[in-house]
């Protein structure tokens, strides 16, 4: 059964740091690609940061420079370190997992936390 933790959101004021974990079971962590997510109030799920067994990376524009993904296999984990942080990035936080190569497209995965809020004050 596979199964995926959120964790780590919070309520920070701007320019300040947060740190989501995404704990996974129940898959072969190094033959996936791992996502977070979000999503505000009134707004579409979009894609933030993603990583597939190859080393391969994205980030989204809105978050480039600011925002670290790293995979933990020891762990079975991925955390996304999150700094600089703006109230634009108000959301909740959810990761997402699925084989291989990421994507950017939310319907394509089929494994997904439960979601973690982050809320940043200005």
């Known amino acids: 059964d596979v199964q995926l933790q959120a964790s780590g959101g919070g309520q920070v004021q701007a320019g300040g740091s947060l740190r989501l974990s995404c704990v996974t079971s129940?898959?072969?962590?190094?033959?996936?690609?791992v996502a977070w997510f979000r999503q505000a109030p009134g707004k579409e799920r979009e894609a933030v940061s993603c990583t597939s067994k190859d080393g391969s990376e994205f980030h989204a524009n809105a978050v480039k420079g600011r925002f670290t993904i790293s995979r933990d296999s020891a762990k079975n984990t991925v955390n996304l370190q999150m700094n600089s942080l703006k109230p634009e990035d108000t959301a909740v936080y959810y990761c997402a997992g699925r084989p291989t190569q990421w994507v950017t497209l939310n319907t394509e995965y089929a494994y997904w936390g439960q979601g973690t809020l982050v809320t940043v004050s200005s």
């Open positions: 129940g898959l072969s962590f190094d033959e996936y690609a």
